[in-house]
Protein backbone atom coordinates (compact mmCIF):
# COMPACT_ATOMS: atom_id res chain seq x y z
CA UNK A 1 0.00 0.00 0.00
CA UNK A 2 1.25 3.36 -0.27
CA UNK A 3 1.45 5.64 2.83
CA UNK A 4 0.89 9.27 2.54
CA UNK A 5 2.18 11.26 5.27
CA UNK A 6 1.89 14.91 5.81
CA UNK A 7 3.34 17.62 7.23
CA UNK A 8 2.81 19.32 9.69
CA UNK A 9 0.05 17.71 11.41
CA UNK A 10 -1.27 21.45 12.58
CA UNK A 11 -0.45 24.87 11.85
CA UNK A 12 -1.28 28.36 12.78
CA UNK A 13 -1.22 31.42 9.78
CA UNK A 14 -2.87 34.70 10.25
CA UNK A 15 -5.15 36.07 7.46
CA UNK A 16 -3.53 37.36 4.94
CA UNK A 17 -0.62 34.95 4.65
CA UNK A 18 0.55 32.43 3.13
CA UNK A 19 0.11 28.53 4.22
CA UNK A 20 1.92 25.56 2.89
CA UNK A 21 1.46 21.65 3.63
CA UNK A 22 3.61 19.16 2.31
CA UNK A 23 2.53 15.42 1.45
CA UNK A 24 5.06 12.77 0.70
CA UNK A 25 4.19 9.32 -0.84
CA UNK A 26 5.65 6.35 -0.08
CA UNK A 27 5.87 5.14 -3.61
CA UNK A 28 5.97 7.23 -6.72
CA UNK A 29 2.19 7.78 -8.43
CA UNK A 30 3.68 9.85 -11.34
CA UNK A 31 2.21 7.74 -14.14
CA UNK A 32 4.92 8.18 -16.93
CA UNK A 33 3.05 7.28 -20.05
CA UNK A 34 0.66 10.64 -19.69
CA UNK A 35 3.05 12.38 -17.23
CA UNK A 36 0.08 12.75 -14.46
CA UNK A 37 0.67 12.46 -10.93
CA UNK A 38 -2.55 10.99 -9.26
CA UNK A 39 -2.43 13.15 -5.96
CA UNK A 40 -5.14 15.44 -5.25
CA UNK A 41 -5.83 17.92 -2.47
CA UNK A 42 -8.85 17.85 -0.05
CA UNK A 43 -10.23 20.23 2.86
CA UNK A 44 -13.06 19.44 5.34
CA UNK A 45 -15.15 21.76 7.34
CA UNK A 46 -16.27 20.70 10.87
CA UNK A 47 -19.86 18.65 10.36
CA UNK A 48 -19.09 18.48 6.27
CA UNK A 49 -18.07 16.34 3.95
CA UNK A 50 -14.20 16.96 2.20
CA UNK A 51 -14.17 19.00 -0.60
CA UNK A 52 -12.57 18.28 -3.92
CA UNK A 53 -9.30 21.20 -4.24
CA UNK A 54 -6.65 20.29 -6.36
CA UNK A 55 -6.58 16.68 -8.47
CA UNK A 56 -3.73 15.48 -10.91
CA UNK A 57 -0.94 17.25 -8.59
CA UNK A 58 -2.12 20.59 -9.53
CA UNK A 59 -5.40 21.10 -11.48
CA UNK A 60 -7.46 23.46 -9.45
CA UNK A 61 -11.31 22.02 -9.46
CA UNK A 62 -13.89 24.32 -10.78
CA UNK A 63 -15.21 26.92 -8.83
CA UNK A 64 -11.91 26.86 -6.07
CA UNK A 65 -10.55 30.04 -5.58
CA UNK A 66 -7.14 30.75 -7.51
CA UNK A 67 -5.24 31.34 -4.30
CA UNK A 68 -5.55 27.65 -3.83
CA UNK A 69 -2.75 25.63 -5.84
CA UNK A 70 -0.48 22.70 -5.72
CA UNK A 71 2.90 22.18 -6.87
CA UNK A 72 4.84 18.86 -6.93
CA UNK A 73 6.00 15.57 -8.36
CA UNK A 74 6.93 11.64 -7.81
CA UNK A 75 6.65 11.73 -4.32
CA UNK A 76 6.86 14.75 -3.10
CA UNK A 77 3.80 17.49 -3.09
CA UNK A 78 2.75 20.82 -1.86
CA UNK A 79 -0.55 22.55 -1.12
CA UNK A 80 -0.07 26.65 -1.28
CA UNK A 81 -2.89 29.02 -0.06
CA UNK A 82 -1.42 31.95 -1.18
CA UNK A 83 -3.05 34.82 1.55
CA UNK A 84 -5.34 33.11 3.78
CA UNK A 85 -9.16 33.91 4.55
CA UNK A 86 -10.96 32.47 7.55
CA UNK A 87 -13.25 29.92 5.17
CA UNK A 88 -9.81 28.61 4.81
CA UNK A 89 -9.88 27.73 8.40
CA UNK A 90 -10.50 23.37 7.73
CA UNK A 91 -8.66 20.15 7.82
CA UNK A 92 -6.70 19.39 4.36
CA UNK A 93 -5.90 16.11 3.17
CA UNK A 94 -3.64 14.44 0.47
CA UNK A 95 -4.98 11.56 -1.08
CA UNK A 96 -3.43 9.07 -4.40
CA UNK A 97 -4.99 7.75 -6.34
CA UNK A 98 -2.67 6.10 -8.52
CA UNK A 99 -3.74 2.16 -7.03
CA UNK A 100 -5.48 0.59 -4.44
CA UNK A 101 -6.11 1.34 -1.73
CA UNK A 102 -6.86 5.02 -2.10
CA UNK A 103 -4.98 5.78 0.57
CA UNK A 104 -5.24 9.35 2.36
CA UNK A 105 -2.86 11.60 4.59
CA UNK A 106 -3.30 11.82 8.38
CA UNK A 107 -4.62 15.60 7.32
CA UNK A 108 -3.66 18.54 8.80
CA UNK A 109 -5.48 21.51 10.86
CA UNK A 110 -5.53 24.62 9.33
CA UNK A 111 -6.57 27.72 11.92
CA UNK A 112 -6.18 30.96 11.89
CA UNK A 113 -3.72 33.00 13.97
CA UNK B 1 -26.74 20.12 -8.66
CA UNK B 2 -25.34 16.68 -8.66
CA UNK B 3 -26.38 14.96 -5.68
CA UNK B 4 -25.49 11.54 -3.50
CA UNK B 5 -27.86 10.88 -0.50
CA UNK B 6 -26.77 8.17 1.73
CA UNK B 7 -29.15 6.38 4.01
CA UNK B 8 -29.20 2.99 6.39
CA UNK B 9 -26.86 3.97 8.85
CA UNK B 10 -27.56 3.22 12.97
CA UNK B 11 -26.58 1.51 16.08
CA UNK B 12 -25.96 -2.03 15.28
CA UNK B 13 -24.49 -4.90 17.52
CA UNK B 14 -20.82 -6.60 16.72
CA UNK B 15 -21.06 -9.40 14.60
CA UNK B 16 -24.34 -7.84 13.32
CA UNK B 17 -25.38 -6.81 9.77
CA UNK B 18 -26.48 -3.24 7.77
CA UNK B 19 -26.63 -2.38 4.39
CA UNK B 20 -26.14 1.48 3.46
CA UNK B 21 -27.75 2.86 0.13
CA UNK B 22 -26.81 5.61 -1.85
CA UNK B 23 -28.93 7.00 -3.93
CA UNK B 24 -27.27 9.24 -7.16
CA UNK B 25 -29.14 12.51 -8.76
CA UNK B 26 -28.46 14.86 -11.71
CA UNK B 27 -25.72 12.95 -13.24
CA UNK B 28 -25.79 9.92 -15.29
CA UNK B 29 -24.68 7.47 -12.77
CA UNK B 30 -23.96 4.78 -14.88
CA UNK B 31 -21.26 6.38 -16.60
CA UNK B 32 -18.80 6.69 -13.16
CA UNK B 33 -16.98 4.94 -11.01
CA UNK B 34 -18.08 5.02 -7.07
CA UNK B 35 -16.46 4.81 -3.58
CA UNK B 36 -17.39 4.41 0.17
CA UNK B 37 -14.86 6.13 2.36
CA UNK B 38 -15.59 6.71 5.94
CA UNK B 39 -14.15 8.93 8.93
CA UNK B 40 -14.13 7.81 12.52
CA UNK B 41 -15.38 10.01 15.32
CA UNK B 42 -12.32 12.66 15.61
CA UNK B 43 -10.50 10.63 12.74
CA UNK B 44 -8.99 10.93 9.29
CA UNK B 45 -10.55 9.60 6.14
CA UNK B 46 -10.05 5.92 5.15
CA UNK B 47 -10.96 4.63 1.87
CA UNK B 48 -13.41 1.51 2.22
CA UNK B 49 -14.09 0.36 -1.06
CA UNK B 50 -14.60 1.22 -5.27
CA UNK B 51 -17.12 -0.02 -7.90
CA UNK B 52 -16.24 0.88 -11.62
CA UNK B 53 -18.96 2.64 -13.62
CA UNK B 54 -20.46 -0.75 -15.41
CA UNK B 55 -19.46 -3.19 -11.50
CA UNK B 56 -17.24 -5.46 -13.26
CA UNK B 57 -14.33 -4.09 -11.10
CA UNK B 58 -14.19 -3.91 -7.76
CA UNK B 59 -11.58 -2.90 -4.98
CA UNK B 60 -12.24 -3.44 -0.88
CA UNK B 61 -9.86 -2.30 1.73
CA UNK B 62 -7.79 -4.44 3.70
CA UNK B 63 -9.82 -4.05 6.82
CA UNK B 64 -13.16 -4.89 5.29
CA UNK B 65 -12.19 -7.32 2.73
CA UNK B 66 -14.66 -10.38 3.00
CA UNK B 67 -16.84 -8.49 5.40
CA UNK B 68 -18.25 -5.64 3.37
CA UNK B 69 -19.57 -5.83 -0.65
CA UNK B 70 -20.31 -2.99 -2.40
CA UNK B 71 -22.55 -3.25 -5.22
CA UNK B 72 -24.54 -0.87 -7.55
CA UNK B 73 -27.84 -0.68 -9.46
CA UNK B 74 -27.48 1.91 -12.43
CA UNK B 75 -31.06 1.56 -13.45
CA UNK B 76 -31.98 2.73 -9.48
CA UNK B 77 -29.28 4.93 -9.51
CA UNK B 78 -28.28 3.53 -6.39
CA UNK B 79 -24.94 2.43 -4.43
CA UNK B 80 -25.10 0.15 -2.11
CA UNK B 81 -22.64 -1.17 0.85
CA UNK B 82 -23.16 -4.61 2.65
CA UNK B 83 -21.56 -4.47 6.00
CA UNK B 84 -21.48 -8.01 7.75
CA UNK B 85 -19.32 -9.23 10.80
CA UNK B 86 -19.41 -5.96 11.83
CA UNK B 87 -16.62 -4.15 15.08
CA UNK B 88 -16.47 -1.73 17.46
CA UNK B 89 -13.57 -0.25 14.95
CA UNK B 90 -16.23 -0.09 11.96
CA UNK B 91 -18.02 2.97 13.77
CA UNK B 92 -17.68 6.10 11.30
CA UNK B 93 -19.28 7.94 9.23
CA UNK B 94 -19.79 6.03 5.53
CA UNK B 95 -19.47 8.73 2.47
CA UNK B 96 -20.95 8.16 -0.75
CA UNK B 97 -18.44 9.56 -3.38
CA UNK B 98 -18.25 9.87 -6.93
CA UNK B 99 -15.43 9.78 -9.46
CA UNK B 100 -14.34 12.92 -11.21
CA UNK B 101 -14.23 11.70 -14.78
CA UNK B 102 -16.78 8.88 -16.45
CA UNK B 103 -15.21 5.78 -17.20
CA UNK B 104 -12.23 5.77 -15.63
CA UNK B 105 -11.14 3.69 -12.30
CA UNK B 106 -8.20 5.52 -11.14
CA UNK B 107 -9.20 9.84 -10.60
CA UNK B 108 -10.08 11.54 -7.82
CA UNK B 109 -13.41 11.68 -5.57
CA UNK B 110 -14.65 14.97 -6.55
CA UNK B 111 -18.93 14.84 -5.43
CA UNK B 112 -19.43 13.64 -1.76
CA UNK B 113 -22.76 12.92 0.02
CA UNK B 114 -23.54 14.18 3.68
CA UNK B 115 -22.64 10.86 5.04
CA UNK B 116 -24.79 8.57 7.20
CA UNK B 117 -23.17 7.09 10.46
CA UNK B 118 -22.82 3.84 11.90
CA UNK B 119 -22.70 2.90 15.21
CA UNK B 120 -21.29 -0.55 16.41
CA UNK B 121 -21.62 -1.35 19.86
CA UNK B 122 -23.50 -3.60 22.85
Known amino acids: DIVMTQSPDSLAVSLGERATINCKSSQNVLYTSNNKNY ?17 WATTRESGVPDRFSGSGSGTDFTLTISSLQAEDAAVYYCQQYYSPPYTFGQGTKLEIK | QVQLVESGGGVVQPGRSLRLSCVASRFTFSNYGMHWVRQAPGKGLEWVAFISYDGSTKYYADSVKGRFTISRDNSKNTLYLQMNSLRPEDTAVYYCVKGSQSGDDYVSFNIWGQGTLVTVSS
Request: hydrophobic letters at 35%; aromatic letters at 18%.
Open chain 1, 39 to 55: LAWYHQKPGQPPKLLIY
